[in-house]
């Protein structure tokens, strides 16, 4: 791969100073003697709707998006933007029920509503949860994977270098607090939708020269759908008794039908609703701006496969075609995870500099949003509450901008060397391996505990504890002890030579059975719990204006759904 021009330096340091300068700015024009906590942490009532749209987007899509989806689009085609398409429908659903039950609780941190609704355990053992998964699974691997892709950009030098920039940048943008990391957000989203956009045109141009289409972005589109067909249908085949082992495979990643009714409502409900990282952006905003936002955020997500997908989708046809060969695919084998640095090897001098760019900005506002939110969580429901309670909002604040340092360099340790093996496992499964298996136990409590009066502190332990047992038992022994088919799952033959249930057919088991034991639990308490969240029907009555967004997202998601079924 050539190494960068000096237009495309010139175009990534015109970015840094960009959203450099606009942080101070932010900075200082909001900067008050009196700053409180809260303001500091949540942004209180200064985040507009686009700010908080644009930072949830921003906090979302990171190197394992650029690397992962695009490989995956790769392998298995548009089924993968699933999803995507299916986060902007779970985004409505948190806008119209959950935001709601946050802001009329005065609910900032997670932690904060399952003390509120359960008991002070759960909280506590949440928040060290929360704590250690932030740390040493989320900012590692975007660290990690964002140094590795903007490395491999670059010809594969400099990769601590890169890292440790990528850390000090965090660091600046994280200090200013939630207000800075709102509104540079907005600026990192436009840079990572134009970098992204532009990537994507490139790719389409080369299918389109490569058939002899001329530099026609739209005769690309249409040669990848006549190409590859089947990498355009939504709906994963289930396998036969004559199914590849390459079917298989997209079948346990993607399984049709069955990932529809069970795991990729649990994966968005939990990550967008539950997730302090996410919800963050929201907690300090009215509940108009607040669900603006967060619809805002869900047109974003409807476009973000054309992003980080479809260049996988064109680098399959052209490997496919005989285009891609060389160094990406030594021995004739190609990588899907090497797919987005295979598209962008042929970007021009200037289009490298702003793929570099959308790729920074991508990963520094998932750094610095995750940061906030281990700073804000430690700070809130750790230290205010059992080391300092008397400590003053500046103290606070102090406190917090601490941990944030801390924070990001204890990651940076730890992945220097990859002493947690992110690259051998890969980053989206080293993700998924540590947070999927508790997700259903997450989102079992938090439902119950917001909408159904009845639910137990008890019940909450018990469903954390059955969500966990329950995911272990279906992912890893369920097959040996039961079989491969019964009434409640299919197993089938996966690469290493065994059996295993898709693994959102797992979360669903698990999220099912987790529910069952709650429910149970929760009958032998008092039939109205006293920790029982105040709610009422105006709360979820929504505006006219917000009634047009929500219809105008299922009429577009609709629209993909009947095209590429």
Known sequence: MEKFSTIDYLIFVVYFILVAGYGLWIYYKHKKKSESSNDYFLAEGTLTWWAIGASLIASNISAEQFIGMSGNGFTV????AAYEWIAAIALI???????????????????????QRYNETTALIMA??????????????????????????????????????????????????????????????????????????????LVSEH??????????FTQLVKDSPKHFEL???????????EEINKYLMLPGIGMYLAGIWIVNLNYWGCNQYITQRALGADLKTARTGILFAGFLKILMPVIVMLPGIAAYVLYKNGALQSEMAPGGNFNPDNAYSAILGFLPNGMKGLSLAALTAAIVASLAGKANSIATIFTMDIYHRYMDKQASDKKLIRVGKITIVLSILVSLFFTWDDLLGIGSAGGFTFIQKYTGFISPGVFAMFLLGMFWKRTTGAAAITGLLTGFLMSVLFNNYAPAWFGNETWLYTAYPNAQGGYEIPFQICMGLAFLFTMIAMIVVSLAGPKVNPKALELDKKMFKVEPSILVLIVITILVVGALYVKFW
């Open 128 to 205: 060290v949860f929360w704590l250690f998964l932030y740390v040493f699974i989320n900012l590692t691997s975007i660290l990690y994977l964002g140094s590795i892709a903007i490395s491999n950009l670059g010809g594969g030098a400099y990769f601590h270098i890169i890292m440790v920039a990528l850390a000090v940048f965090s660091i600046i943008i994280t200090l200013g607090g939630m207000r800075v990391i709102g509104f540079t957000d907005v600026i990192q989203v436009v840079v990572l939708i134009i970098g992204g956009l532009a990537t994507t045109y490139v790719a389409l141009t």
């Open 93 to 115: 659903i948190v806008a119209v029920w959950f935001i709601p039950v946050y802001l009329k609780n005065k609910i900032f941190t997670m932690p904060q509503f399952l003390k």
């Open 235 to 245: 709906i994963v085949d289930k396998p036969t008794e004559n199914s590849t082992q």
């Open 77 to 80: 085609g548009i089924a993968v």
């Open 211 to 220: 058939f002899g289409l001329g530099k026609d972005a739209l005769a690309g």
